[in-house]
């Protein structure tokens, strides 16, 4: 099993960037999908977006589209959350997370491997 570990999280004004981090160790980091979700307090964990094997493609929520951008580099087993123009409801645990299906899943039952997570929060 892949061992995740995420970094970079912090707090932010709103309007400002960050640029999460996810190292992968234990498997072949090119062999999984890459995932980030996120959950705020009292709420269920939701997809941020993911992105495949090869990382010329990746799948965003509504939420972030065009205001975040998933990149991986596989040669330092990484995958990053660069996340601009923030906004208060962005604030949460972000996760990475690893998954072994075929396409890209947008729910936490596609992921088999999970961070233990950075929080995020942005202020207005």
């Known amino acids: 099993q892949v061992q995740l570990e995420e970094s970079g999280g912090g707090l932010v004004q709103a309007g400002g960037s960050l640029r999460l981090s996810c190292a992968a160790s234990?498997?072949?980091?090119?062999?999984?999908?890459m995932g980030w979700f996120r959950q705020a307090p009292g709420k269920e964990r939701e997809f941020v977006g993911a992105?495949?094997?090869?990382?010329?493609?990746?799948d965003y929520a509504e939420s972030v589209k065009g205001r975040f951008t998933i990149s991986r580099d596989n040669a330092e087993n990484t995958v990053y959350l660069i996340m601009n123009s923030l906004k208060p409801e962005d604030t949460g645990v972000y996760y990475c997370?690893?998954?072994?299906?075929?396409?890209?899943?947008?729910?936490?039952?596609?992921?088999?491997?999970w961070g233990q997570g950075t929080q995020v929060t942005v202020s207005s």
């Open positions: 234990g498997r072949t980091f090119s062999n999984y999908i």
């Open positions: 997370a690893a998954s072994l299906t075929w396409s890209i899943s947008r729910t936490t039952s596609g992921y088999s491997a």
């Open positions: 992105i495949i094997r090869s990382g010329s493609l990746a």
